[in-house]
């Protein structure tokens, strides 16, 4: 095997820092999101409540509130 170099390569640099970086899929962003925000902590809380006193109107409006705040927050996790 022969192996060959330019005398004014660099060593380790494969691609540009800009164009190589880690992209998360939507449901793992979701994932951090809820893990996170201090907000969606306490909506999912209260929507666990929610279910569980069967509070349907209550745990629809929590479910509205969860996907409008996962909205707001989706440009901030895909800088």
């Given at each position: 095997?022969?192996?060959?170099?330019?005398?004014?390569?660099?060593?380790?640099?494969?691609?540009?820092?800009?164009?190589?970086?880690?992209?998360?899929?939507?449901?793992?962003?979701?994932?951090?999101?809820?893990?996170?925000?201090?907000?969606?902590?306490?909506?999912?809380?209260?929507?666990?409540?929610?279910?569980?006193?069967?509070?349907?109107?209550?745990?629809?409006?929590?479910?509205?509130?969860?996907?409008?705040?996962?909205n707001?927050?989706l440009?901030?996790?895909?800088?």
């Amino acid at each position: 095997m022969e192996m060959y170099a330019d005398t004014d390569a660099r060593g380790g640099i494969l691609e540009p820092p800009g164009i190589c970086d880690v992209k998360f899929r939507k449901p793992d962003l979701i994932k951090s999101m809820h893990r996170l925000d201090d907000k969606l902590v306490q909506l999912d809380s209260e929507l666990a409540v929610a279910d569980d006193s069967l509070a349907v109107e209550e745990a629809e409006e929590l479910r509205a509130q969860i996907a409008a705040r996962e909205n707001a927050l989706l440009p901030l996790y895909t800088q």
